[in-house]
């Protein structure tokens, strides 16, 4: 394997742009973290983004994600600065509690969670692109995407040319995703249908929209009179919400686990750690931004602030009845009949709230865009969820073999590797039975109040081992006192949103209730424990 030392150095003698240039040609894992987090939970996040803020929430995934690529970048240093793989590095620098925690976090995520991108790229196969749209075998699709993914992972165990295949097929499935969005925002500039000095003026950060509504509800919430206190109420905490979920879900668990064993396999040292920067950079926050920012645009245009826009039934319902059981503590009680009464029975302008405020899908937005592309609008946008969906299941169960490896003692070992990869794509085969009603809860509420309580302590982690002198020796950071202020903020964002979600869960009762509890306690434990073990073995 090459490590093109020697074109590195050449490349770090030219300015930035000229780095640039070089740099481009030698990208890998910043490829494969955008081909994670550019899956269905980015999908949902940004169309839900453009409905609840529209374009005046344009510099919220940026700002989010550069956050992400802070720790990030902190964790590709601590690990091209050590030979120690990164999960031995924490067994025996910070804490083996920490480690097996860090790695059973990423593994409960990547089973569980990649059910969610097979059952959104069988909806986009179905749904947007008309394969075996009357099929009531959705397991020929789902077992499709499980053998097709586990053979690509198959062959970038081989070396040599085959290694390659993977990075470019994810590197291929990124650009599908972005330049599908980027179509449609071209066609909706062309004609008229994008507010460009919203859009602009939207780029800068307003953190008021954390306590308020943005202006553009204004006139629709004061038409609902008396109700007008309780749609304010409504849109400021959905807003809140999506604000704080961003900085907490822009870099997962199993991202932080990822990155590292990506950055070994590709044989990456010491003298990598300037291209891996730029390598989030071109190959993570670039694409990232790109996309999101195309779909918050294009559903911006269509449905904020809209009444006329495209929507889901169930999804208008869903906000109606809040808005009903606010005020009628009888009313999750009364029979379908009853509350169907009621909810014809509102005036016109809360029902108008009741479609500006409904989540909306890829196929809803799709449908709304016709007008605009036609009949391509389906194909146009179930090739790019099509692709998100693929390229995010292929790096779960990757980053699954890096894990199930690492668990057994047998790094680099291509059968307990497959193994590893072959548990994700069981539960994405099963995922017509496992994404759905009650199974689906009891998934993904303990998976994510797992991943939450780990994502705070894997940032930890990386910024113990960052000042730790027996990790890192004479590699430790010249301007650590800068780096660690970087580094806390970020970490410090991504701790309040994951604390926020866990209150959130520990407050709705029942099981989930009881989960998030169970979560606010483990956090603080897993913390100090992290924090008392570094102090033990980092003694002078």
Request: charge should be positive.
């Amino acid at each position: 394997m090459s490590n093109h030392i020697e074109e590195i150095q050449s490349i770090q003698q030219r300015s930035f742009i000229g780095r640039l240039g070089g740099y481009a040609k030698l990208t890998g894992p910043g490829w494969v973290q955008a081909a994670v987090t550019l899956g269905g939970g980015s999908l949902v996040g940004a169309l839900y983004l453009g409905v609840i803020g529209g374009y005046q929430f344009m510099w919220l995934q940026p700002l989010a994600m550069f956050c992400g690529v802070i720790m990030l970048a902190a964790i590709s240093y601590v690990t091209l600065s050590s030979d120690e793989r990164p999960f031995v590095s924490v067994k025996k620098n910070i804490s083996p509690t920490l480690a097996w925690g860090w790695l059973i976090a990423t593994v409960v995520a990547n089973v569980v969670f990649c059910s969610a991108q097979f059952a959104l790229g069988t909806d986009a196969a179905q749904n947007n692109l008309g394969v075996l749209p009357e099929t009531k075998q959705p397991y020929v699709i789902t077992a499709i995407f499980a053998s097709g993914s586990l053979i690509l992972l198959w062959l970038s165990r081989q070396g040599g040319t085959a290694a390659k295949i993977i990075d470019n097929v994810l590197k291929a499935l990124v650009a599908v995703v972005v330049l599908a969005f980027m179509g449609v925002v071209v066609v909706l500039g062309f004609k008229g249908a994008i507010e460009w000095g919203a859009l602009f003026k939207g780029l800068i950060p307003d953190f008021g929209a954390l306590f308020r509504p943005t202006s553009t509800y204004s006139d629709a919430i004061a038409a609902t009179g008396s109700s007008s206190e309780f749609w304010t109420k409504y849109i400021a905490e959905n807003q809140r919400n999506v604000i704080i979920g961003a900085f907490g879900s822009a870099v997962g668990i199993n991202m932080t686990f990822l990155l590292p064993y990506s950055l070994k396999a590709k044989g990456w040292g010491k003298g990598h750690r300037q291209l891996s920067r730029f390598d989030l950079a071109l190959g993570l926050f670039i694409p990232f931004i790109l996309a999101t920012s195309f779909l918050v645009i294009a559903t911006s245009s269509q449905f904020h602030a809209r009444a006329d826009g495209v929507y889901s039934e169930a999804a208008y319902v869903n906000v109606i009845d809040t808005r009903l059981s606010a005020t009628n503590s009888e009313f999750n009680t009364l029979t379908e009949e009853s509350k169907q009464v009621l909810r014809g029975a509102l005036p016109q302008a809360e029902k108008n709230m009741g479609v500006m405020l409904a989540k909306r899908n890829a196929k809803d937005l799709a449908s709304s865009l016709e007008p605009f592309l036609g009949k391509n609008a389906q194909l146009i946008f179930g090739i790019g969820v099509l692709a998100m969906a693929v390229s995010t299941m292929i790096v779960h169960m990757m980053m699954n073999g890096y894990a199930i490896s690492e668990a057994f003692g047998k790094p680099g070992k291509t059968g307990i590797f497959m193994i590893g990869a072959s548990m994700p794509a069981l539960t994405g085969l099963l995922s017509p039975i496992l994404w759905s009603g009650q199974t689906k809860t009891a998934l993904v509420v303990p998976a994510a109040v797992i991943a939450t309580t780990l994502l705070p302590i894997a940032y930890v982690i990386f910024i113990l081992l960052m000042n730790s002198k027996k990790a890192l020796d004479s590699e430790l950071p010249k301007n650590r006192i800068l780096i660690n202020i970087f580094m806390l903020l970020a970490a410090g964002v991504a701790s309040f949103a994951s604390i926020w979600n866990l209150v959130g869960k520990a407050s709705a009762g029942g099981s989930t209730g009881t989960q998030g509890v169970i979560g606010l306690i483990v956090l603080p434990l897993l913390l100090l424990i992290g924090i008392i073990g570094f102090v033990k073995r980092n003694r002078a």
